[in-house]
Every structure is written in structure tokens, then in C-alpha cells.
């Protein structure tokens, strides 16, 4: 039986397990799931009721994002993701926590200005700052740690590119009001270079 993955096309945590499924070459059967939707069985599966949720022989389920790429990268030895020795290991998922801290900043801010269940009265302006202050913030330490490197960790693609891709992809598509490119073309052009990838290229949101 092949694994089973449960995402949505517009996660982009879902969109980090798939690209590094995608380049790691695992197979897996996409199962698709609005987790927003009323009728939603993902509790099942997880019961915080987010997406990704992988689902391994004998139907134990694995979930987190950071939690299933470790798993992945340990099914297949090819195109390692993430070091094995520690320091270095330490730095590609310190890269991965502020990338996805980017993405928690930014999805807390869009439902609070777009969440249904929250009349337009109760939305809060100042809140919504501050998240998007946070990414302004970390937009800028991904670009000084990027530096003008070709990768953030050594000279091979790893864990730390992707989910900064994946951050910056996500941007471009509910933010496309925050303009990243200009004050840091480094990050611009490391997103165009993976960009060229079939793995991005294969799970671009829609
Ligand atoms: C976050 C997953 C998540 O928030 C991870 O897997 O890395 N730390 C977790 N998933 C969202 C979908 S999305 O906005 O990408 C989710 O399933 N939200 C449903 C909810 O009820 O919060």
C-alpha cells in the first residue's frame, strides 16, 4: 500500500511535504481535503484538524509538516534534505522553523481579515500588523543569511531552500501586495532558480 499524504492545493505546509516527496521520488496517493469545509473528516486523521497529514503502513498516521519532511527524508537516501551531522543539521531546520514561522505569521493575519466565522467589526488591524511585521522581519534574516550563497546550507539544495521557497510562493500568492523582490533580490533570485524545478514547478498553488 503507498503512503497516502491528505493536503489541500492551497496549504503551502502540504506544498513542503510535496516537494520534498517530489524530490526525494516517493510515491504516495494525494488524498484531497478542505479542512474548512463543514462536512471535513481530517479529525479522524488529526485531531487539530490541520493539513498535511501522512498516512504510513498499517494506517498510522504521522502529521506536522516539519515532522513528515524528517520521516521522508529518511525513506530514501536519495538527494539527502537535511545533514546528518548535527550543527549543520540544526542550521537547515532553524531555516525550516523561521520559514514556517513566516507562513503561521501570514495565515494569522489573512484570517483575521478573511475568516467567515468573524464579522468585520471584530477584525483587528493592529493584529494583523504585527504578524506581517514578523515576516518583514524574518524576510530580512533570510536574506542576510542567504547572503550571496547559492543555497543557505553548503552548496546543495536542502530542507532550508525549500521551505523558504515554499514561504516566498506563498507570499506571491495570497500577498501579492508585499513586495520581497525588490529589497531582497538574493531571495528573488534563489525563488526563480527553484522555480525551475519540477517539484515546484508540479505544486505550484491553485
Ligand atoms: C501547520 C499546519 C496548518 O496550519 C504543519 O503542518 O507544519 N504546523 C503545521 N495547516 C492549515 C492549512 S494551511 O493554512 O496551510 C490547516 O489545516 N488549518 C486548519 C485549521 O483549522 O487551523
Redesign the pocket.
Known sequence: MPIKLIG?T????????RVVMAEKKLDYDYVLED??SAGTS?GLS?P?????CLVIEGGEVI??????VEYCDTLSPVGRLIPTVSRDRAEVKTWEALA?GV??AA?LA??EATWSGRRDSERCQAWIDRQLGKVEAALKTMSKGLGDKPYFVGIHLSLADIAVGVALG?LDFRFPSINWREPHPNLSKLQDKLMQRASFIDTRPA
Open positions: 489541500s492551497t496549504s503551502p505546509y502540504v506544498r513542503k511535504v479542512v474548512w481530517i488529526n487539530l484538524g490541520k493539513v498535511p502529521s506536522d509538516s516539519r515532522v513528515i514556517d507562513l503561521d495565515i489573512r484570517l506563498y
